[in-house]
Structures are given as structure tokens and as C-alpha cells.
């Protein structure tokens, strides 16, 4: 069986960092491309940070969080992680990790077939 777990979402105040965790089982890990992605309420999901599989040599950002977020992988823990520095208001969502099978990055969410079941983020000004 398939499991994502998230963890490291709280509540911080704006300018701080938060670092989220996501551990795998059930899959080979270094076989899967992983994203972060983000749903506030009333919004669609969106990514927030793509990385490729094995070497995690390609990672994807787009403007809203570039040069402030950054994701790693470590295949020996089954873990990506998402490093957030200079949260904003505007971070606060609900933030998911997502597998997809093969090498490259995606931005889109029906790239991805397995998802978490997510960790709050709440940045207050």
C-alpha cells in the first residue's frame, strides 16, 4: 500500500521558515518524480515545487515562491522535503506532497497519481 505522509506545517508569522516533510512507503521512491503543491481555500491547487526522480537533478518553481522555496529528496529516507524561507501571508494553504512515476518534473496535478493527505501552513502578518 501506497502511503505519503506530510509533516511540518504550523503556524508562523510572516518572514519566518518552516521546513515540511514528506515519507514514503509502498513505492520505490527513487523511481518517482515528487512535487509540493498547495490549496487555499476557495483556490485550485497549485504547485508550489517539482522535483525529477533518482538524483533530483531537475527541480521546478514557479515565480510565486522562486528563491524562497527550495525541495530536496534524500532516496535513502523514502523523503522530500520543502525548505519555505520568508513565508508570506499569502503561503497559507494546505500543502501536499505528490508522486508520479518516472524522471522528469511536472507543474500539473493530473501528472501525479499519488497524493497526501496534506499538512496546514498558516503565516500570520
Known amino acids: 500500500q501506497v502511503q505519503l505522509v506530510e509533516s511540518g506545517g504550523g503556524l508562523v508569522q510572516a518572514g519566518a521558515s518552516l521546513r515540511l516533510s514528506c515519507a514514503s512507503s509502498?513505492?520505490?521512491?527513487?523511481?518517482?518524480?515528487m512535487g509540493w503543491f498547495r490549496q487555499a481555500p476557495g483556490k485550485e491547487r497549485d504547485i508550489v515545487a517539482a522535483i525529477s526522480w533518482r538524483d533530483g537533478g531537475t527541480t521546478y518553481y514557479p515565480d510565486s515562491v522562486k528563491g524562497r522555496f527550495t525541495i530536496s529528496r534524500d532516496n535513502a529516507k523514502n523523503t522530500v522535503y520543502l525548505q519555505m524561507n520568508s513565508l508570506k501571508p499569502e503561503d497559507t494553504a494546505v500543502y501536499f506532497c505528490?508522486?508520479?512515476w518516472g524522471s522528469g518534473t511536472s507543474a500539473s496535478e493530473y501528472q501525479y497519481n499519488r497524493w497526501g493527505q496534506g499538512t496546514q501552513v498558516t503565516v500570520s502578518s
Open positions: 509502498g513505492l520505490t521512491f527513487s523511481n518517482y518524480a
Open positions: 505528490a508522486a508520479r
